[in-house]
């Protein structure tokens, strides 16, 4: 017989019955009921009820044992008593009568339980994680992660990528967050970086012919701790191609991404084929870059309606006056809720920093004056477009169509500045009815497409109107090129500064001065993929033409020295016959917390370090000693203790 085990505790069934077996593992729970005791012993792989009574000369050496200490019993298979059966465990249908018990490892007493989901503090969880990590919930999360990751390799496999590793030891460059250096011994007062990402490594591979890369590769930025962003490192699905469009792109990750959620996404349904959005309709329709399609919701622009001579509303005509928007919410089927509904969204604008959501309850009304002619024109208009092509508009029963607005009204606190004619445009521009309410959001256009982008998700779910019950995916496309910095006063990058521009390459090198509202136009081959509202990667075609690369830089204000003394290594590989290439990286962890279903991040990695990036259970990050400093040429300069 095997030193410590026949059987793992996950393996009996009821053709093992009358076996003899030994097994090993962590006493999860013990009862005692009165000269009978009951050990549930647990190991990776699950669960076997055990059993010892005053008969088993066992009994005496199982009376010490305490939750947690690991142990080998040998016993016999037996059927549980009739009623007794756990239909929840594999081994439900059996135990073991223990003859006898060796502890293998004794347990103090415990910082936190394993047995039962009680919540404990981060701090503690985080120092004893190896304790945390046998709890049944994060211990499936982390299998399940390394399942999806296995399922990853094999589609990219499939698909035709093969798999490289990039240095980790490589040299500082700047991708937008701080680096991590690590100080070179052997050359004095020079540093390696970790790298942000295999970036330029993942270029290099292709230009060094290799045509398709994918990599599961570790990253690792010095910025702060979020709840869908480990401070320190992550990993994500890095990819790159050769010869390839922007929709090469997508039509090699959408299998790969729609695979591994369908086949860990349980009941939940998952996008067929991904949508593309414009970045500007994102921003407008959604008020964010991220949008969450299980929201139906969609924001419109109402500026020119809150802008008719007849709309006597001064806070918003001020607003729009000064260069701002207003952007309008529906709320399908609100009318009917209480007054704290629209009150607590009022204070949720206010604690976005805005004065708060103005908004039309729309209903059947009384004495309402007949439809205008030009109001009939405006919901005709509104009909077209939500049946777009799919419906004959020849076939349309208008007169139908306009008794569900003969008598709807507006009410509310903005509604009596607001003309009749006007509010009916206003429910039209969002496809509001009667039964439902409209919010609006005002202010820059920045400010207005973000608190109306939030309180499009806070209604939504206020309302039960998101389907949860999905994995909603889409690509949004056309980001600009290029942005106006407010603060320097001139043009900057606006997103990737390695991106190829989609626009006319003898044109571009053309720009010069006063082009400015044309550059500002200019979008680029970057695109993100974005599911339930969590971006889960950036990518891009890249600026494969020196030149082009050269002017992208001169547009934004880098010289050509700046250029080269810190992407000269690149410049050069792609001066010497670089094909066009683009790729992506979806972040792992964010996939993997999607489909554990976690709102953090940290419950889904396996060792992670708290908010402040350290690593309570290693003590990480630790001083160097004085040896240590002196061999790498380092001499501290701290900063002075506050008093």
């Known amino acids: 017989m095997h030193r410590y085990r026949t059987h793992t505790c996950g393996a009996l069934r009821p053709s093992d019955v009358g076996t003899s077996v030994r097994l090993s593992g962590w006493c999860h729970r013990i009862r005692d009921h009165g000269g009978v005791l009951f050990i549930d012993l647990r190991d990776h792989y699950g669960l076997t009820q055990c059993v010892v009574d005053s008969d088993s000369p066992a009994f005496k050496a199982a009376n010490t044992v305490r939750s947690e200490w690991v142990v080998r019993l040998d016993g016999r298979v037996r059927t549980r008593p009739a009623g007794t059966e756990n239909a929840e465990l594999l081994t439900g249908a059996v135990e073991v009568y223990i003859d006898e018990l060796e502890v293998l490892g004794a347990a103090a007493e415990l910082p936190l339980p394993v047995f039962g989901d ?11 994680r ?67 990402a295999p970036q330029q490594f993942k270029q290099l591979t292709m230009i060094a012919g290799f045509d398709r890369y994918f990599q599961i590769a570790p990253c690792f930025r010095d910025e702060d701790a979020r709840a869908d962003r480990s401070p320190g490192e992550f990993y994500q699905l890095d990819i790159e191609m050769s010869f390839v469009t922007q929709e090469d792109v997508f039509q090699a990750v959408e299998p790969v991404l729609h695979g591994v959620f369908k086949e860990f996404a349980g009941d939940k349904r998952v996008t067929e084929v991904f949508p593309r959005i414009t970045y500007a309709d994102a921003m407008l329709k959604y008020g964010v870059d991220k949008p969450d399609l299980r929201n139906p919701l969609l924001i419109a622009d109402v500026t020119a309606e809150f802008a008719e001579d007849a709309v006597e509303f001064k806070a918003f005509k001020g607003v729009i006056k000064s260069g701002g928007v207003v952007r309008a919410i529906p709320a399908t089927g609100a009318a009917t809720q209480p007054r704290s509904f629209f009150d ?12 708060g959501l ?3 309850i729309f209903e059947e009304g009384a004495d309402v004056p007949p439809l205008t002619d030009i109001e009939k024109e405006h919901i005709q208009l509104r009909t077209a477009y939500d049946f777009g092509d799919e419906v004959d508009l020849s076939a349309i029963d208008y007169e139908e169509v306009f008794e569900k607005y003969r008598h709807m009204i507006g009410r509310g606190p903005i509604a009596k500045f607001i003309p009749r004619d006007v509010q009916l445009k206003l429910a039209l521009k969002v496809g509001a009815g009667p039964g439902d309410a409209v919010f609006f959001s005002a202010g820059t256009e920045a400010k207005a497409a973000a608190l109306a982008g939030k309180a499009r998700i806070r209604i939504g779910d206020d309302l039960g109107l998101s389907d949860k019950d999905q994995f909603a995916f889409c690509w949004i496309t056309d980001f600009p090129m290029f942005e106006w910095n407010e603060d320097e006063k001139h043009i900057d990058f606006s997103h990737n500064p390695f991106s190829m521009p989609n626009f006319d390459h003898d044109a571009f090198l053309a720009l010069g001065e006063g082009d400015d509202a044309k550059i500002l136009d200019i979008k680029a081959f970057q695109y993100d993929i974005v599911c339930n509202g969590i971006e889960l990667s950036s990518g891009a075609i890249r600026n494969h033409k020196p030149e082009i690369m050269e002017k992208a830089f001169a547009i934004a204000g880098y010289g050509r020295d700046v250029l080269e003394a810190k992407f000269g290594g690149m410049l050069n590989a792609l001066r010497l016959g670089a094909p066009p290439h683009g790729g992506i990286a979806p972040g ?27 690593d309570l259970m290693m003590g990480a990050p630790s001083e160097a000693t004085p040896k240590q400093l002196r061999e790498l040429h380092i001499r501290l300069n701290l900063p002075e203790k506050k008093a």
């Open 588 to 614: 792992v962890d964010r996939i993997v917390m999607l489909l554990c279903e976690e709102p953090n991040i940290r419950e889904v990695v396996l060792f992670p370090m708290n908010q402040r990036a350290e």
């Open 344 to 355: 607590k969204l009022n204070e949720f604008a206010r604690s976005e920093g805005a004065p």
């Open 130 to 196: 190896f304790l945390d990590l046998r709890r049944e919930k994060l211990h499936a999360n982390i299998m399940k992660r390394g399942a999806i990751v296995d399922s990853l390799r094999r589609r990219m496999r499939e698909g035709g990528f093969f798999e490289f590793q990039t240095p980790i030891l490589t040299a500082s460059s700047p991708e937008g967050a701080r680096d991590y250096l690590v100080p070179s011994r052997v050359h004095p007062g020079k540093f390696y970086a970790l790298p942000q």
């Open 118 to 128: 009680l919540e404990y503090p981060e701090e503690t969880r985080l120092r004893y």
């Open 358 to 360: 103005g908004y039309i």
